[in-house]
Each structure stands twice: as structure tokens, then as C-alpha cells.
T-cell receptor, first 114, second 115 residues
Framework: GESVGLHLPTLSVQEGDNSIINCAYS??????FIWYKQESGKGPQFIID?????DKRQGQRVTVLLNKTVKHLSLQIAATQPGDSAVYFC?????????????FGTGTQLKVEL | KAGVTQTPRYLIKTRGQQVTLSCSPI?????VSWYQQTPGQGLQFLFE???????NKGNFPGRFSGRQFSNSRSEMNVSTLELGDSALYLC??????????????FGQGTRLTVV
């Protein structure tokens, strides 16, 4: 039968504006969270991470906020540029049996308009 | 320093065949994880290897298997291929020691098409 693809939410922003991408995670035992950027034809690229004992972390033009109470993660990109256009995934890491496992969200397509 | 290398980049196989994909992690990284990415299911965890041992496994049938060698290189194998196995297979490497070493770096992936 025909498979139905995941509906990727799309965020369209004007170049120079700030972007905010949101993500809800499911496992309260997750201890580490990562945002990845994936451009067409490429593997996910690490952007920024945050540990569960923090609620905010800043990088270059990016900030990640973690709200453990509501299990919510957000990625803020300042002064969005055309090169930021990609699919963004949040991932939660769960340590089980001595190993690590990343569970990814469905992703958000960011489109930067000139 | 070289990144994660996956070979081949593209592969076309026929239903019922088997396939082996290869991943060379970043030098010094001992953990290799495999993920399947499809439009229908997104990115899904297959398994993780550390020091030649499978540490963690996702919810995939036994047709999907993997192994890791003493130099940390890893292979994954899919037997009796089905059309639904068509996907981008991604490998990620990390130091694997937990804590601050959890950061995972991905390769470009192997695009498998089953016809």
C-alpha cells in the first residue's frame, strides 16, 4: 500500500529575523538533548546540546531552552540566514543498559525567505 | 580530523537479497550507532555498539543486524530485503563513555533502494 509520510511542520521566516523551533520530548528520564540540522542529501549536523541539569545554553547565534516541567525544548536562531534553511531535529538521549540511544522528533522544516 | 565515513553512498538491491553497509567512526570514538531514516517513520534507532559489543537495540526485526570490529569500524547487515527497507541509513559515532562524551556525529548516510 501507499505509505504516508510524516507531516513536517514548516517555519518560514524572513532573513534577519529570529527563528524559534519547538520540540516536545517524551521521556522524563532523558538526560541529554541535542539539536541537529539536516540539509538535503546530508546527514544530521550537530548544532547545540544541553544537559538535563541546565535550562539554557547559548552558542553562536543559537540558544537552546529546556523546560523539564512540561518536557519542552526550543531552539532559537538569531538573525536567521539563508544558509539556515534545513530540517531541524531535536533528539533526546536515554542511557539504558550502559548504552545510549537517541530518540528523534519528527523535525521542523525551516525556510528562510529573502 | 576526518569525520564519520559511510560506504557505499548509494545502493540498489532487489527484494530478497541481503546488504552490508559500512561505517568508519571518527578516530578515537568507540561508540557507533545506526539509524534508519524514512519519510514515513523519520529517524529511528537501530542499535549501538561499543567496544565490539551491542549495548542497545531498537525495535527492528532480526533481519537487521550489526557488528563492530576491534578498530571500532562497524557494519550493519539487512537480510531478506523488503521494499519497506528502502531508506537512508545513518551511522553516528561518539566517544561513548557517557556524560559529556555523548555528543554524536553523523555520517552522510547510505541511501538504500530496494526494488
Amino acid at each position: 500500500g501507499e505509505s504516508v509520510g510524516l507531516h513536517l511542520p514548516t517555519l518560514s521566516v524572513q532573513e534577519g529575523d529570529n527563528s524559534i523551533i519547538n520540540c516536545a520530548y517524551s521521556n522524563s528520564a532523558s538526560d541529554y538533548f541535542i539539536w541537529y540540522k539536516q540539509e538535503s542529501g546530508k546527514g544530521p549536523q550537530f548544532i547545540i546540546d544541553i544537559r538535563s541539569n541546565m535550562d539554557k545554553r547559548q552558542g553562536q547565534r543559537v540558544t537552546v531552552l529546556l523546560n523539564k516541567t512540561v518536557k519542552h525544548l526550543s531552539l532559537q536562531i538569531a538573525a536567521t540566514q539563508p544558509g539556515d534553511s534545513a530540517v531541524y531535529f531535536c533528539a533526546e538521549n536515554t542511557s539504558t543498559g550502559g548504552g545510549n540511544k537517541l530518540t528523534f522528533g519528527t523535525g521542523t522544516q525551516l525556510k528562510v525567505e529573502l | 580530523k576526518a569525520g564519520v565515513t559511510q560506504t557505499p553512498r548509494y545502493l540498489i538491491k532487489t527484494r530478497g537479497q541481503q546488504v552490508t553497509l559500512s561505517c568508519s567512526p571518527i578516530s578515537g570514538h568507540r561508540s557507533v550507532s545506526w539509524y534508519q531514516q524514512t519519510p514515513g517513520q523519520g529517524l529511528q534507532f537501530l542499535f549501538e555498539y561499543f567496544s565490539e559489543t551491542q549495548r542497545n537495540k531498537g525495535n527492528f526485526p532480526g533481519r537487521f543486524s550489526g557488528r563492530q570490529f576491534s578498530n571500532s569500524r562497524s557494519e550493519m547487515n539487512v537480510s531478506t530485503l523488503e521494499l519497506g527497507d528502502s531508506a537512508l541509513y545513518l551511522c553516528a559515532s561518539s566517544l561513548g563513555l557517557g556524560g559529556l562524551d555523548t555528543e554524536a556525529f553523523f555520517g552522510q548516510g547510505t541511501r538504500l533502494t530496494v526494488v
